[in-house]
């Protein structure tokens, strides 16, 4: 018998039925009807052409064939068992695979990541910079901070961090002209400009007493709570924003589960 049509569920109604010998405690024990056990056992006899149990004067009765079968039945319900908590184990061990839009990951996750290792200090995290949107379906990563639209693949949850605002920023006292990001577009000004690749440079030519950068201001917040950077000028609405994602097995898992809560913290 293949595999996928392997009756598993049939065949769990017959170990409990098996080791009380009584369908009413197999029914308390699985939180079933004993019509139900009744029925997944009549249903399991049909299918493998045996006959599992006899009734007697004394009650239930394992026929021969049932009797031979139950020690392979039992093992393998042992292996199911180790193999799940083989799966639980490497949930809690830790490793994580994070995808992050690359001007974010200084500004933004390292810091925050920084205080969850602290945290799990037996944990090993890969992060990998995004310069798009990102395609679960071809990386292999647990988690992704994008930037861009809400996620829309099917099977991928996400959480936005902020309504986004872009906000001119610059060291305190810089009277010098604003790079502007390729990603967020070009704005007119006056005097001479400076296109960098990812808002992370621009964030850094800010700090460094270069000019002034149009940037997502949940890059910005920080240094602005620091009084390193300044604001300049009003905020810019964007529909875009920065979205927490991971697929529905990574996004319920433990591992995954904590680490959002903690960056969303």
């Known amino acids: 018998m293949k595999r996928s049509l392997l009756p598993l569920n049939a065949l769990r109604v017959f170990d409990a039925a098996a080791r009380s010998l009584s369908f009413t405690r197999a029914a308390d024990e699985l939180a079933v009807t004993p019509a139900a056990v009744g ?5 399991l006899e049909e299918t493998l052409g045996v006959i599992l149990f006899r009734r007697t004067a004394r009650g239930l009765e394992l026929t021969p064939e049932a009797l031979r079968a139950l020690p ?41 990541l920084a205080r969850w290792l602290e945290a799990n200090p037996d944990a090993h995290v890969q992060v990998l910079a995004l310069d798009g949107p990102v395609d679960f379906a071809q990386a292999n990563l647990d988690l992704a901070l994008s930037f861009g639209p809400a996620p829309d693949a ?11 605002l872009l906000v001119t920023v610059a060291a305190p006292g810089n009277p010098a002209r604003a790079p502007v990001q390729r990603s967020l577009g ?23 007493g270069l000019g002034e950068a149009q940037v997502p201001l949940t890059l910005a917040a920080d240094a602005l709570a620091a009084g390193l950077l300044e604001e300049r000028g009003e905020r810019v609405p964007t529909e875009d924003g920065y979205w927490i994602c991971a697929p529905a097995p990574q996004w319920k898992g433990a591992k995954v589960k904590g680490l959002v809560e903690m960056l969303l913290g």
């Open 72 to 112: 392979h039945l039992r093992q393998g319900f042992s292996a199911f068992e180790e193999s799940v908590a083989a799966l639980q184990e490497g949930q809690a061990a830790a490793r994580l695979s994070i995808g992050c839009a690359r001007g974010a990951i200084r500004h933004w996750l390292m810091p925050r």
């Open 154 to 164: 099917e099977g991928v949850f996400g959480r936005k961090l902020a309504d986004e």
């Open 39 to 43: 029925q997944q056992i009549r249903a």
């Open 186 to 208: 070009w704005r007119s000004m006056d005097g001479p400009a400076v296109a960098l690749p990812d808002a992370g440079q621009a964030l850094d030519w800010a700090l460094a």
